[in-house]
């Protein structure tokens, strides 16, 4: 039973379902069952008229015959103009096109779907036409078991014609004999020389071919061929770049260590004479203000505990896509596994905000859980429900559904801000995280900083080293989600991922550290901002890979591509902000609570 799926097309990222074009329809159309993930990804899963029969091969079977009007044929020449392909699942594996690479030895690229059709002149002629592709060849690949004699389907391709397609005398429905395509005579179609034009009036027959071919391919490695990455040794490469740059971090963190916290705190807790101890300098003296809480604390909480929030959402789904259960054979499998797990990491979100909401000596725990359970999902919402009105507006099936809406809404309102609140009234139970130091009344005066501490250069230059780890990498991740190619590689990732933390906590303390030296004890918001402004680079490198590597003309895809990166931005602010927050209040406790001061 071959199923059809939606029109795909890297030009307007804007999904359609497949009936939208006039092709052939069964008697009945069925929508299958989809999971929350698939619905967002716009898949629309349909049955269709082609009948396979396992081992039953058929030549120039005629689906249906149409007459185009002009508007089925303007239909068909927008699809086409935009490149617009047809997505196929025959046994849960999606249709390919196998393209010959250049040298024949090597094996072929696949490309998901087939064009619904092409642009080209006539020899002699300069103008432009439209052709259909309205011959489809298939190729399903099967496994033989030799125990229990059973075939499985392991592959499953076509080649796609285009034929204008001829018949003597009148048309007859029940028994169609074409001239063009005969199995009786073996003639069967094997290029495009006569195709089918699209215009107002064409008559188009569509026909398929079908051919069963005995395959060496096991039903478990099926997926191989789909997920063949071309290219390991640039990961690897990739991931030995990042490494340096955390040698050369880790490095700087293990000096500064040494000599703050060896030298110093010796020479430090000897010290007897008056005159010695005002020679002091640098990170001692702002003891008093350094546990001093800051401006818009209230915000800071949130933000801290939303990063929590997305850390532990990451981790999980990595772990679970490492053990093998989101592969692209489960289709919308990652969507739904990353909502779920955002939903029920909720309940540390609100742990880890009011923790250190109270820690700030903060009495209105419950001001806290609500703002940490609707800020960051609300904007993120915003920003969808205007990409999605856009969508709607298209008339793409990549809108959401009022159905999935309220779904997500439940799993927000229903679940996830009650998560929060028991989370939030866990953390606040708890005693308060004592300050290793006690804080002075009255605030010190900061002393005049030099251009390069200067908070916003530090803050910019402390973005750059955890994008850098991550680059190589998000250049796959961002081809797999627009060009429309699986990602699977998720043990670089993991690698990646790991790499990334370290980073962010490593610049950040360092960071940090210098600020701390120079007098200027404002580090709370800063070693946020620190690592999270690795976020404003991402961005900056989604808008040259916009404008390098995608041939995106609408507004309204334009509009879309900005729109995701922006929420993906957005979350790798927060989560990067909050691992380098982490790491600096870490390293401020420990040096500060091995100084004795009197």
Avoid at 81 to 88: F, H, I, K, T
Avoid at 174 to 201: A, F, I, M
Wanted: with cysteine; glycine share 6%; net charge neutral.
């Amino acid at each position: 039973m071959v199923k059809v799926n939606k029109l795909t097309s890297i030009k307007t990222q804007l999904p359609y379902s497949y009936y939208t074009l006039p092709f052939c329809t069964p008697s009945k159309i069925v929508d299958s069952a989809e999971n929350l993930g698939e619905v967002l990804r716009g898949d629309r899963i349909e049955n269709s008229p082609y009948a396979f029969n396992m081992g039953d091969a058929k030549m120039c079977n005629v689906l249906c015959r149409k007459t185009l009007d002009s508007k089925t044929a303007k239909a068909f020449k927008e699809k086409i103009d935009d490149e617009y392909r047809v997505n196929m699942i025959l046994d849960n594996l999606p249709l390919v096109v196998p393209i010959q690479r250049l040298d024949q030895e090597s094996p072929p690229v696949y490309q998901l779907g087939y064009h619904v059709g092409l642009k080209g002149q006539y020899s002699g002629s300069k103008e432009e036409k439209y052709f259909i592709h309205n011959h489809l060849s298939f190729i399903v690949k099967y496994h033989k078991d030799p125990q229990s004699n059973s075939a499985r389907i392991v592959g499953f391709e076509v080649k796609p014609f285009s034929v204008k397609h001829a018949y003597e005398g009148k048309w007859n429905d029940e028994k169609p004999r074409l001239t063009t395509c005969d199995p009786h005579t073996r003639h069967t179609v094997v290029n495009s020389n006569t195709p089918q034009e699209v215009e107002d009036k064409a008559e188009i027959i569509f026909t398929y071919d079908v051919e069963f071919q005995d395959s060496d391919v096991k039903w478990a490695s099926r997926w191989d061929a789909y997920l063949l990455m071309t290219d390991d040794q640039i990961h690897w490469f990739s991931i030995v770049n990042s490494l340096m740059i955390v040698l050369f971090l880790s490095g700087m963190v293990a000096m500064i260590m040494l000599r703050t916290l060896y030298r110093d705190i010796s020479k430090y807790n000897e010290l007897e004479t008056q005159e010695e101890a005002q020679e002091e300098t640098g990170w001692k003296l702002v003891h008093g203000d350094v546990f001093r809480p800051p401006s818009n604390s209230d915000l800071l909480c949130v933000y801290v505990g939303t990063g929590v929030q997305f850390f532990g959402m990451i981790l999980v789904t990595m772990i679970f896509a490492i053990l093998g259960f989101l592969s692209p054979s489960n289709r919308g499998g990652l969507m739904t596994a990353m909502l779920l797990l955002w939903v029920f990491m909720g309940i540390f979100a609100g742990y880890a905000s009011t923790r250190l909401y109270k820690m700030f000596k903060g009495s209105e725990w419950k001001k806290i859980a609500l703002r940490t359970a609707v800020m960051f999902p609300g904007v993120v919402s915003a920003i969808f429900f205007v990409l999605n009105a856009l969508i709607w507006g298209q008339k793409s099936s990549g809108a959401v559904p009022f159905g999935t809406m309220f779904a997500l809404i439940f799993l927000w309102f229903g679940i996830s801000v009650p998560l929060v609140f028991v989370g939030s009234y866990i953390g606040f139970k708890k005693p308060a995280i004592e300050d290793p130091v006690k804080t002075n009344k009255i605030p010190r005066q900061i002393p005049e900083q030099a251009w390069y501490m200067n908070p916003a250069f530090s803050i910019l230059i402390g973005g750059i080293l955890p994008f850098g780890a991550v680059f190589i990498e998000l250049f796959f991740i961002l081809t797999s989600i627009w060009l429309n190619q699986f990602y699977y590689i998720f043990g670089f990732l993991f690698l990646v991922f790991a790499i990334l933390l370290v980073t962010c906590a490593e610049i950040t303390i360092v960071l940090c550290y210098f600020q701390l030296c120079s007098e200027d004890y404002l580090w709370w918001w800063r070693s946020y901002l620190t690592s999270g402004s690795s976020a404003l680079y991402l961005f900056l490198y989604a808008t040259f890979y916009f404008f390098t590597k995608l041939e995106i003309t609408k507004l309204v895809s334009g509009a879309l591509y900005f729109g995701y990166m922006l929420i993906a931005s957005y979350a790798f602010f927060v989560l990067t902000g909050t691992i380098g927050f982490y790491a600096c209040l870490w390293f401020t406790r420990l040096i500060y609570s091995s100084v004795k001061i009197d």
